[in-house]
């Protein structure tokens, strides 16, 4: 194998230890403020190769990397910020500026797509914990310990999940409900390990439900997915750390069972994909034969040009990873500062998607996840003169509804679903009596 990358030992930071960061202290005063009060609603998490690998500090303001980990005042309405800063200011005990960030959070609807009331599959009439079934062909599998991440994502849709009161609402502490459920289902081809982020187990742990589900020899499991940002925030799991070699060894024993073993890694910028350290991960990754594929929310602020877009597409594919979603931003959270309205995103879409080979024209999008399914935006129409937004199902709860082509009056502020009207009609067909 080839010499290794430089190791580094793992230093989480929050705001308990924001001033260890040299790079803070350096940042003005206000910024350092504002941080530090957005950081009480929200969660903050980042880590020392996010810090010194990823964040270009002399340009920290603007950068996509210093956005995506650190909290930034414009991510609360400004009502919010002055109800959190005035409590600070008071400085009001801990515990009662706790439920003001609760209160405020609460009005963030904190749990879009109706994840908590819809999606829990049933067995023998008993409710799955920290299982989601939503499209006939994938469960999604919470894995209790793998309900955080080497940082959180500022934007991140499930950051309820990391704050606030009652956290790790979507978890699972054993496989064997998931693998009765799967052997009365199949018609389910792929198991997604999800959270949070599952590759923040140790190989020791994540190889305890891995092998459980290769155990089962289930024929009709086809994919064991892991949705994971590691190779973006810390791609030492997969070179340096002192269980990387087993990591590897665990993918490639999935692989050489024929299951397929897909790392649905979550990259947002082009520059995450240029370190040496992620350039070796992802080469270590693919010789265990495990195919990476590639998503990331459109996001003001961070990536909302198709040229980031097109040269983080090449470069992927570049490296032998498949595009695979472009998601519109979330109806939760900050969505007001990094949402982009679904017209917008068409175009940053298509300028980006007609500039890369057909080898990356893979990917799909922009789509938005809402109760019904994954809606695409597939473009700009006209009928009977006037403007159309064309859209159609990716995916959906009820599958007749894929790829049937529907139609929104045009609007170019509305940036998720409840902002569209159906055109020339009173209902979508998806909500027809
Ligand atoms: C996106 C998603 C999936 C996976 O969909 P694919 O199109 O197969 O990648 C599965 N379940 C839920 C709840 C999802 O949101
Ligand atoms: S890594 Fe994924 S789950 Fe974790 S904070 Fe970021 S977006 Fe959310």
Not at 109 to 122: D, K, L, R, S, T
Request: with cysteine; net charge positive; aromatic share 10%.
């Amino acid at each position: 194998m080839k010499p290794s990358s430089m190791s580094r030992t793992y230093q989480a930071y929050t705001l308990r230890n924001l001033k260890q960061i040299p790079q803070v202290q350096k940042l003005p005063r206000t910024v350092r403020r504002e941080l530090e009060t957005v950081g009480r609603v929200y969660p903050f998490r980042t880590n020392n190769y996010v810090v010194e690998e990823l964040i270009d500090w002399d340009h920290a303001l603007d950068d996509p990397f210093f956005i995506s980990t650190f909290p930034t005042k414009g991510m609360l309405i400004p009502a919010h910020y002055e109800e959190i800063a005035k409590a600070i200011r008071k400085n009001t005990g801990t515990a009662e500026i706790e439920a003001i960030a609760n209160h405020i959070r609460s009005q963030l609807n904190p749990h879009p797509a109706g994840q908590i009331e819809y999606n829990i599959p049933y067995l023998d009439g008993m409710p799955l914990p920290g299982i989601q079934h939503k499209y006939p062909q994938t469960v999604l599998f919470f894995p209790a310990q793998g309900q955080t991440c080497h940082a959180y994502c500022s934007f991140c849709f499930r950051w309820s999940q990391f704050a606030g009161p009652g956290n790790l609402k979507i978890a699972a502490h054993r496989i064997e409900p998931l693998i009765r459920y799967l052997s009365r289902h199949p018609e389910v081809s792929d198991v997604l390990l999800t959270g949070g982020d599952p590759l923040v187990m140790k190989t020791r742990l994540l190889a305890t439900y891995i092998d459980a589900l290769l155990a089962a020899d289930l024929p009709h499991l086809e994919t064991i997915r892991i949705g994971t940002k590691t190779l973006s925030y810390w791609p030492h799991r997969f070179t340096t750390d002192a269980d990387a070699q087993d990591l590897l060894k665990l993918f490639t024993k999935v692989t050489r069972n024929n299951k397929h073993l897909a790392l649905m890694a979550h990259f947002n910028h082009p520059r995450e994909l240029e370190t040496q350290t992620v350039r070796e991960a992802i080469a270590r990754v693919r010789e265990t034969g495990a195919q990476i594929r590639t998503q990331s929310p459109l996001l003001a602020h961070i990536n909302d040009r198709p040229d980031i877009w097109a040269r983080m597409w090449k470069t992927q594919t570049a490296l032998g990873c498949i595009p695979y979603y472009m998601f519109v931003t979330r109806d939760t959270g900050a969505q007001h500062y990094f949402g982009v309205p679904l017209i917008r995103a068409w175009e940053i879409f298509k300028d980006a998607y007609r500039n890369v080979t057909g080898l990356a024209r893979t990917v799909r999008g922009p789509s938005m996840s809402v109760v019904p399914g994954k809606i695409e935006i597939s473009g700009i129409g006209h009928i009977k003169g006037e403007r159309v937004l064309v859209l159609q199902f990716l995916q959906a709860r009820n599958p007749h509804w894929v790829k049937q082509p529907f139609f929104a009056e045009y609007n170019e502020k509305a940036t998720w679903l409840d902002e569209l009207k159906p055109f020339g009609k009173e209902n979508f067909f998806f909500t027809e009596p």
